[in-house]
């Protein structure tokens, strides 16, 4: 069994630096902590995996394909594999955490 605390999840987010923090990677999934600042702008591409993301707090507006919708926290959305999206307004700072099936490969494709 793997088992996480958010807290210690949030803080090896932070000491890595980065807006995504990977914490669990198995054969077949992975998953990491995502953080946007309120006003922030995500500069993520479309990827070669399936994710679903799960809104630990914070608020903001998701756009998938086009079609945009408002999330926070308990928010659970599912994005298939090759798919424009991105949050945006974002008017308070967004956790998240990020499943990607098969684990995420780090490659964006071009949309």
Not at 9 to 38: C, P
Not at 54 to 73: C, Q
């Amino acid at each position: 069994m793997d088992a996480f605390a958010m807290t210690e999840i949030v803080d090896q987010h932070r000491q890595n630096g980065e807006l995504y923090h990977e914490f669990l990677r198995k054969e077949r999934l992975s998953v990491g902590l995502y953080v946007l600042e309120a006003g922030a702008t995500d500069p993520q591409s479309p990827h070669t995996e399936d994710e679903i993301y799960y809104i630990v707090s914070g608020a903001g507006i998701i756009e998938v394909d086009g079609d945009a919708r408002a999330v926070g926290a308990g928010a659970v959305i599912y994005v298939d594999a090759r798919v424009a999206h991105r949050f945006h307004s974002i008017t308070e700072d967004l956790s998240v955490i990020v499943v990607f099936a098969p684990p995420r490969r780090s490659m964006a494709v071009q949309s």
